[in-house]
């Protein structure tokens, strides 16, 4: 599947955050998120309505044109729960855009995100009781696949948390956020492979190892001694000058694209001492930049241990 987490369409951008008037349909895959997703847009003031049937859509969007004082901003749900009628929804929503100003949003997880999910929860999937989960998700993928193609925005909830999600839907239908995207950034051992996830891919074992070090190696590098020995060699500045420049220039141009989720990881031998200060530096420098960030140490108890 493709790592790209958000796209807008080229054939109708969505309808600027800052524009009062807002209508859009949201839908994707079961247990993607979308009641997550749903419950953020109530509470940020939104007309929510789950479950609308798509034969009412049009109804719906003529009403809102009306009443232009009564409703700004309204979300329509639309899922699996239709069934065949689900298919009606591209031509509806190709008729209502040249109409309204309407934003289409599809949600959609991971296979393994998916799978665990509708684990945890026990509960079957809607495509039906014939199915297993995993013939259930592959089905719905496919038969959502033309909605997908048409959506202004597609988010890929994998790596969100329930926080997470939240925060990118407010900073994104609210305007209150410059720059919506979450950026991680991840440290980890080469010795227990690159992650799978990851957008972009850092080898720091140029640097010198604190590991040879022996005041050193019992320690990791979110300690400040580490730190500071690893950032005592003229290569260390010098890395992560040129890096805060390449992306001061490369994230701007993902967000223009509408990708929601961004992983740099940088991996060491170990994942434990250099990578891990890296992953913790250009995490500062891109919160200084006003960017929302987090930091994942993925190995750095593996090699305590």
Not at 206 to 213: I, Q, R
Not at 238 to 257: D, G, N, S, V, W
Request: glycine residues 8%; proline residues 6%; contains cysteine.
């Amino acid at each position: 599947m493709s790592r790209r987490r958000a796209s807008r369409s080229p054939r109708k951008p969505p309808v600027p955050a800052r524009d009062s008037r807002q209508l859009v349909i949201l839908t994707g895959l079961s247990g993607s998120g979308k009641g997550s997703v749903l419950r953020t847009f109530e509470d940020l003031g939104f007309y929510c309505v789950d479950n609308l049937p798509v034969d009412l859509i049009p109804s719906f969007g003529g009403l809102y044109l009306q009443n232009q004082g009564e409703i700004e901003r309204a979300v329509l749900l639309v899922d699996a729960r239709e069934g065949e009628k689900l298919a009606r929804l591209p031509e509806i929503y190709r008729e209502l855009s040249q109409q309204h100003p309407v934003t289409l949003v599809y949600v959609e997880a991971s296979e393994d995100a998916l799978l665990r999910r509708f684990s945890e929860t026990r509960r079957p999937h809607p495509m039906g009781k014939a199915l297993n989960i995993l013939q259930g998700i592959r089905l719905e993928r496919r038969l959502m696949a033309p909605i997908r193609r048409l959506a202004d925005l597609v988010i890929d909830t994998t790596r969100f948390n329930v926080h997470e999600l939240r925060q990118f839907i407010t900073d994104r239908f609210t305007g209150l956020a410059q720059r919506p995207l979450l950026v991680s950034t991840v440290s980890f051992g080469y010795r227990y492979g690159v992650p799978a996830d990851a957008d972009l891919v850092f080898d720091v074992r140029f640097l010198p190892n604190p590991h040879f070090v022996p005041r050193f190696r019992p320690l990791s590098g979110k300690d400040s001694r580490v730190a500071r020995y690893i950032c005592g060699f003229p290569q260390t500045g010098e890395f992560l000058r040129r890096l805060e420049t390449m992306l001061a220039f490369l994230l701007p141009h993902y967000i223009r694209e509408g990708k929601s989720y961004l992983t740099i990881a940088f991996g060491c031998t170990g994942g434990r001492h250099r990578s891990v200060m890296m992953a913790e530096a250009v995490h500062r420098i891109l919160s200084r930049r006003g960017y929302t960030t987090k930091v994942v140490h993925r190995d750095i108890d593996k090699s305590a241990a």
